[in-house]
Structure formats: structure tokens, C-alpha cells
């Protein structure tokens, strides 16, 4: 067998494998030749391509949308002077280039006919049926009249939902946007740097985890052109400068494709060009460029096992650059992008960068969601729920995430910033949970993700995690394949420190912390929890307080930031829920509450006997220092509703304890007891400062 060999230069574009090159449509290629006082037949254009990767496509309803789109948009010109009819077109040109099927076509060529024409939803069900009105819905924007400054997010949110549900949605998105930004030019600077900035932070980063690279790149090399445009015009001259570059890459793939002809594999060779913001990038990287640097190699072959095979020949017969090895089959993105990926030295000291993946895999690396199709071919048709929703049975992780915390964010100002943040973060690890079940968080999470992942709002009581079997802290970030257990506590008044807030990556996390924190003031001002790690004891005795308040049917709760106990003197603030919150009179809590306006509830201490109180022990690290502290508190009758141990520190380490006294007298005693044991330097009552 022999190697298909692939002249570089060659501006031909193979019938099997296009390349995908999206700058070459414009205007003139949409139109065609125009006539006086009408728009030409443009729709000719659409099917060309789309029968390039469904032959057997019925073009029937393409030019029964057509015609509806270009009646209703008669008259309309876009500011650039065109016809307006000459968008959708354009879009529906450029997801007909990736390889969308019919009824996404469809959508495209109606998609602002709801939103800028008389015609209605109910019209485009009517006469094109559920799922291509549920398509033009999702991408229909919100009126600025009804949402005022938050039209935008909103109709974002909206749109991710619709995209929850198909992801369709986004990828006639991404097509308007691609084709907005190529004609962006006759828009006043200042709205071309705010539609260029949206789409870096929103629709580039969701291009990314579609999957979509051939929007993606596009659309990164218009928004540097109009956000860095010095940046843009120096890597435009610096790749004008270098125009004969891809000699020294040409020179390598013909070694290449010898190398795999004598191997007996099949396969297509091809060069790369690297587009502008990868050029400026690599330069940022690497400082003066080389000529294998304005473009990678790529190698096409039928099967997975061949991509080994042909990377085995490469490290093989040239010298290999181990540290640029990564293997995108074995564990694909999180995007669905897979490929082998090295580095190759030739005999005269180049190295080439080589991408080697089958056909198949190309196209979805191309073309993302895009390539997947109608999601619901195998279901046979969009079946509704019970509740009437649709669900993407394609829908990937991220996206599942993303539409269960903004759920949580009717503010559309929150919602807007944590999306962005969300996005910002384009890489993705899997963790395992104790049960065997899995867990899909951002490159960087930390356990307090995993627990707000796994347990939602439970996860307030969180004190700690065992990471691969070890305790570890809150705040330890989590890597690819790590295990996590996350241990909750027992006490139903446990809650979340601010300091969780720095450990968040997630936005449902920080959106859960953030509204725990907002309802209780008064636990802002506990200490840091992430440092915990539990060694937890529960006892079946009542969790009441022995206080009574003066607001008749308050429910009263002792504060767990000072823990009082009779005959402390006391002071009481109402909290949400009919509860009343006891904090000792000298408690920071109270100076922060009353700077608050938080007016205090006189409260006093009941006939009962038995009290709660949280001590703290401080001690030097040693062998059975736990069993001998909970000895001696199992002698003074106390009973242990929980306990942490925090890691160890210089040899020092801190228990905390919540303990139930059957009488508040014996506390003095207790706390002797605590002090006598060896190793243990001072025990005191739980004490927090306020925090600034």
C-alpha cells in the first residue's frame, strides 16, 4: 500500500475531505450575479454544499424557508447596504460548510424572521413543525423594551437553555455571530468593541466546548482585529514577511509521507497554516518564529489503531519531542476532540509540530456538535417529557452544570458575571466519587467544588474531604482521577465560611455559599472551615437550647461562633425562619449585628441543666492524642456531638469540639480534664473575632 500524497500548495479542495475555509464566502459567492430589481436565487448556493455532505437531502423545505425568508425580509437592508436576505443566507452558507443537516439549515435561513418580520412562531410551526419553530425560538432575541439593560444576558440565558435542550441552538448562534463579525466594519468603533468582547468572553469560549473549531478560529482572529489591532497588523506583517515559511514544513511532509509509504499505511498528509491569534500566540511563546512555526502538520488515516501506527513510525524514524506528546484518543476533551498530538525533528534540526487523527475525528474537530446531526434521529423524533421539555440526549456535562446554577441566579448582573467566569475556564478534569460515580469540574477545583457538585446545598455542613484516602483540606485542589469523598457534618446549624469563597472555581458553589452567607450575617463572621478535617462522634441527645426569648414563638438557637452557656450573659438577634440566634454579650458577632441595624431580643436562660459548648484544644502532635482527649471527655460525662482535627502544623495541631454537658457546673471541670492530658498546652472556649 501506499502513501496518498497531498500537494500543500494546491488550492483544490478534495470532494471526501473538504478543508473548511469559511473566509472565502463572501458576498459575491452568496449572491452570484444579481439582476435588476430582484434578489437572485442565492439558495443554489446553500444546496451545493449541503448536498456535499448529505447527498440524499431533500431540498424541498430549504426553498420553501427560503422563499418565506426572502418575501418577509423584502425591503429590509442591512447597515453594510446589503439585502437583508443576505445574512440568514450567509449563515445558512456557513453551517451548510460544516456539515449541518436539513432542519438546522432550515432554521438558519428563518432564524430573524420571527424577530425582525410580521411573520409569527406559530407560522414557522405551522408550516416547518416542532423542531425547526423550537430552533428559531431559542435563537430569537429578547426586546429591549420589556428587558431594558438586561435584555442581553436574559436572552443569553434563554438560549442556553433552548441549547440544553438542542444544541442546535448554539450552532446557528455561532454561525449569526461569524458572519456579523466578518461585516462588522460599518458599525461605530465603540459597539464594534462591545460586540467583540461579548464574543471573546461568551461565544468563543462556547465555539470551544462544541467543539466548533472552524467558527472558533475565525471568530478569535476578527475579535483580535478589532481589540488588538496593533497586535493584528504586526502577526499579519510578521506572516507577509514569511511568506516561504511552509518550504521547511514541506520538506518534512514529503519525509513523512516517504516514511509512511515504506510502512505500508495509508494515509493523507496535509499542512496546517496556523491562523493569526495561534501565530501571535506562539510568538508570545516562543520569541523569534521558525518556519515549521506558521503551520502544523496533519495526518488523515481510516482507522484509530493506524493514528498509533503512524505515530509510531514518526518517533521512530525521526527524533521525537517527548515533552509535546499528548494522546486526545485514549482521553478525549471534554469537547469531543480527539487526536494524537507530537513534535518531530528532522535531520536538519526543524521541528514540526504533527496533529495525527482518522477522517471521522477530523470532521468533528472541524465541525464539533455540528457534525453530530439531529440529536434525536436515534430517538426517533424529539419525544416531550412529562413536564413538555425536550433534553438534548447529546448534552455535555459542562453545559448540564451550567443550566442547574443559573437556575439559582435570577439576577441577570449575577448571572452575566459568573457565565463569563464560567466560560473562562476551558479545561476540565474528572474526579471520582467514593460510590463509584464520577464528576466533571473545571481544571482547578477544589474539594469545596466537589461537594457542592455532589451534595448541592447539603454541602453547607461540610468540614472536610479525603482525597485518594488522606484527610485533606477544603481548599485542596483537585487533580485529573483524583478520588473525593467530602465529609459533612451532623450538626444542622452547621454553614459555610466566606473563606469558602476563595476556594470556589465553580459558579454553583459560589453562588450556594454566597446566598447561605447573605441569609446568615451572623455566620460570616465564623472562622475559615476550610482547614478542617472531621473525626466525628454523634450522640443521640436533644439539640434544644436552655434559653428562653421574649418574641413569643421564636424558636431559639445558641450561636455556633461563641457557644454560651449558663450563666454567661447573653444577648439574642432574630434570624430568618422564626429563629432567634443566642450569642454571649462579649461575642464580636453582637458589635457586628448591631452595626448591621440588627435590633437585639432579650433572651435569658431556662431552668435546664444541660448545655452545649465548643471548646477548643490546642496541643503538640503525638501517637493516641485523639483517643486520650475523647477518653477524658467521655469521664467528665460530656457527650460529643462533633469533633474536627485540623492538619497538622509545625508539630501543632487544634481539635475542636461540640460538646453536650448534662450540667453547665461541670464545664470548669471538663476543661482541666482536656489541659491534663499529655500533649495539650491550652483549652478554651470557641471564640471567633469579627471579621473585618
Not at 140 to 169: C, Q, S, W
Not at 277 to 305: C, I, Y
Not at 510 to 527: K, N, Q, S, V
Not at 660 to 675: E, H, I, K, S, T
Amino acid at each position: 500500500m501506499t502513501a496518498e500524497a497531498t500537494n500543500p500548495g494546491a488550492p483544490s479542495r478534495r470532494r471526501g475531505r473538504p478543508r473548511i475555509d469559511l473566509r472565502r464566502l463572501g458576498r459575491a459567492a452568496l449572491l452570484g450575479p444579481a439582476a435588476r430589481d430582484r434578489l437572485p436565487d442565492a439558495i443554489g448556493h446553500v444546496a451545493e454544499a449541503h448536498r456535499a455532505h448529505h447527498p440524499d437531502a431533500d431540498l424541498a423545505v430549504l426553498r420553501r424557508a427560503y422563499v418565506l425568508a426572502e418575501s418577509s425580509h423584502r425591503g429590509q437592508m442591512r447597515k453594510s447596504g446589503e439585502p437583508y436576505i443576505t445574512h440568514p443566507l450567509a449563515v445558512t452558507l456557513i453551517l451548510a460548510e460544516l456539515g449541518a443537516e436539513t432542519t438546522t439549515l432550515t432554521a438558519s435561513l428563518l432564524h430573524d424572521t420571527v424577530e425582525d418580520t410580521d411573520v409569527t412562531l406559530e407560522q414557522v410551526h405551522r408550516e416547518f413543525g416542532d423542531e425547526v419553530a423550537y430552533l428559531v425560538d431559542g435563537v430569537t432575541k429578547l426586546e429591549k423594551v420589556d428587558y431594558g439593560a438586561a435584555a442581553e444576558p436574559e436572552t443569553f440565558r434563554k438560549m442556553l437553555v433552548a441549547t440544553g435542550n438542542d444544541v442546535r441552538v448554539m450552532s446557528i448562534k455561532l454561525a449569526d455571530r461569524l458572519h456579523n463579525m466578518r461585516t462588522l466594519g460599518v458599525m461605530r468603533p465603540e459597539k464594534q468593541a462591545r460586540i467583540a468582547k461579548v464574543t471573546r468572553d461568551v461565544l468563543i469560549p462556547l465555539a470551544e466546548r462544541l467543539g466548533v473549531q472552524a467558527l472558533k478560529t475565525e471568530l478569535e482572529d476578527l475579535v483580535f482585529a478589532i481589540l488588538h489591532p496593533e497586535e493584528y497588523e504586526n502577526t499579519r506583517a510578521v506572516i507577509a514577511d514569511n511568506a516561504t515559511a511552509g518550504d521547511a514544513l514541506a520538506a518534512i511532509a514529503d519525509d513523512v509521507r516517504t516514511v509512511l509509504r515504506e510502512a505500508g499505511i495509508t494515509a493523507e498528509v496535509l499542512i496546517r497554516p496556523r491562523h493569526f491569534v495561534s501565530v501571535h500566540r506562539v510568538r508570545l511563546k516562543r520569541g523569534e518564529l521558525r518556519g515549521t512555526d506558521f503551520g502544523r502538520l496533519l495526518v488523515l488515516v481510516s482507522e484509530d489503531a493506524d493514528c498509533y501506527g503512524v505515530l509510531g513510525e514518526l518517533h521512530t524514524c525521526f527524533t521525537p519531542v517527548i515533552s509535546e506528546f499528548k494522546d486526545f484518543i485514549a482521553a478525549p476533551k471534554f469537547n469531543l476532540y480527539q487526536s494524537l498530538h507530537t513534535a518531530v525533528a528532522s535531520t536538519d534540526g526543524s521541528v514540526a509540530e504533527v496533529l495525527i487523527r482518522t477522517h471521522q475525528m477530523h470532521k468533528v474537530a472541524e465541525a464539533g456538535v455540528v457534525a453530530l446531526g439531529n440529536p434525536y434521529v436515534a430517538t426517533d423524533g424529539a419525544e416531550p417529557t412529562e413536564d413538555g421539555e425536550r433534553v438534548d440526549p447529546t448534552r455535555p456535562g459542562w453545559l448540564s452544570r451550567l443550566l442547574d446554577w443559573q437556575e439559582s441566579t435570577p439576577d441577570p448582573d449575577t448571572f452575566w458575571t459568573s457565565l463569563r467566569a464560567d466560560l473562562a475556564q476551558d479545561r476540565e478534569i474528572t474526579v471520582f466519587r467514593a460510590d463509584g460515580g464520577t464528576l466533571g469540574l473545571p481544571a482547578g477545583a477544589s474539594c469545596v467544588d466537589a461537594a457542592y457538585a455532589q451534595y448541592g446545598e447539603r454541602a453547607h455542613a461540610c468540614v472536610g474531604a479525603r482525597v485518594n484516602g488522606r484527610l485533606a483540606t477544603l481548599s485542596t485542589v483537585l487533580g485529573d482521577g483524583d478520588t473525593v469523598q467530602p465529609l459533612l457534618a451532623q450538626d444542622p446549624a452547621s454553614g459555610p465560611s466566606p473563606d469558602w469563597l476563595d476556594h470556589a472555581r465553580t459558579p454553583a458553589a459560589r453562588i450556594a455559599i454566597a446566598g447561605w452567607l447573605a441569609d446568615h450575617p451572623e455566620g460570616a463572621l465564623a472562622p475559615a472551615s476550610a482547614p478542617r478535617a472531621p473525626a466525628a462522634v454523634t450522640t443521640d441527645r436533644p439539640d434544644s437550647a436552655n434559653a428562653v426569648t421574649e418574641l413569643a414563638g421564636a424558636t431559639v438557637r445558641l450561636a455556633g461562633c461563641c457557644t454560651p452557656v449558663p450563666p454567661d450573659a447573653v444577648t439574642g438577634f432574630a434570624v430568618r425562619g422564626g429563629v432567634v440566634t443566642v450569642h454571649r454579650a462579649e461575642c464580636p458577632a453582637v458589635l457586628r449585628m448591631r452595626a448591621l441595624g440588627r435590633a437585639p431580643v432579650g433572651v435569658s436562660w431556662g431552668d435546664a441543666i444541660e448545655c452545649r459548648v465548643t471548646l477548643v484544644a490546642e496541643s503538640f502532635v503525638r501517637p493516641r492524642l485523639l483517643a486520650d482527649l475523647t477518653e477524658a471527655i467521655a469521664t467528665e460525662g460530656a457527650a460529643i456531638v462533633s469533633a474536627t482535627v485540623e492538619p497538622p502544623s509545625e508539630q501543632r495541631v487544634r481539635h475542636t469540639y461540640t460538646l453536650q454537658l448534662p450540667d453547665a457546673a461541670g464545664l470548669p471541670a471538663l476543661m482541666r480534664a482536656m489541659r491534663d492530658v499529655a500533649g495539650v498546652y491550652d483549652v478554651t472556649r470557641a471564640q471567633h473575632p469579627a471579621r473585618a
